[in-house]
């Protein structure tokens, strides 16, 4: 079985115990889903880029989940996501951080856009124009998916999005048309470095 479908089937997992989690709060009484979050996302992060010989490869994939993270963050501050009020979150002041489960979302998905970009992929960014492209269609595949993974956590229970759904999908589809994109100049500047 190819490395890469290895990576998206462990991403997917991850992805299930991570969204079900808060649900084993809800089942036993404790909270334990955000701690069960970070372990799982930690040790996903680390398994997928095992292999990996650059250095700092682990420090670009918590780069770009601490990016996404905050950036949730601010759309649960401003109400583009709505999380149940039973979900403890960690505030400042007026700032609502999002719940721990959506950091260990971000830090799988940018261990595995990470790993396949940089060690299945790299060969196809030599050029100015194929990174160009590439990017772009980054950026359209962004726009269309994005939104789709936090739609999913509706029916779950585990979000609303926004007051305005038309317009928290359109945020959400900003978000990650400028995301996965920037994932990718990560990576690459990552592998370009040798870290």
Known sequence: MPIAV???????AVWWVLVLSPRIDAQIGLPVSDA????????????????????????TILL????????????????VLQ???????????????????LLGLWMAF??????????????HFRTRKTTVVSLLVLALL???????????????GLLTIGPEKVLGLA????????MFPLILLLSLKAKKNGR
Not at 70 to 79: A, R
Not at 111 to 122: E, G, H, K, N, R
């Open 83 to 101: 999380i149940p009020p039973e979900t403890p979150l960690i505030e400042f002041g007026d700032f609502s951080m999002a719940p721990l489960w």
């Open 64 to 79: 770009t989940a601490l990016i996404g993270y905050l950036i949730d963050s601010f759309f649960v501050t401003y109400g």
């Open 36 to 59: 069960l979050s970070l372990i799982v996302a930690f040790a996903a992060a680390f398994w997928i880029v095992r292999g990996n010989s650059q250095s700092r490869a682990h420090w």
């Open 6 to 12: 290895v990576r998206f089937i462990v991403f997917q």
């Open 142 to 156: 962004g726009a269309l998916g994005g939104p789709v993974s936090y739609a999913v956590g509706e029916p779950l």
């Open 171 to 178: 945020i959400l589809a900003t978000e990650w048309m400028v």
């Open 110 to 123: 940018a261990a595995v856009t990470f790993s396949t970009v940089t060690l299945d992929f790299a060969k």
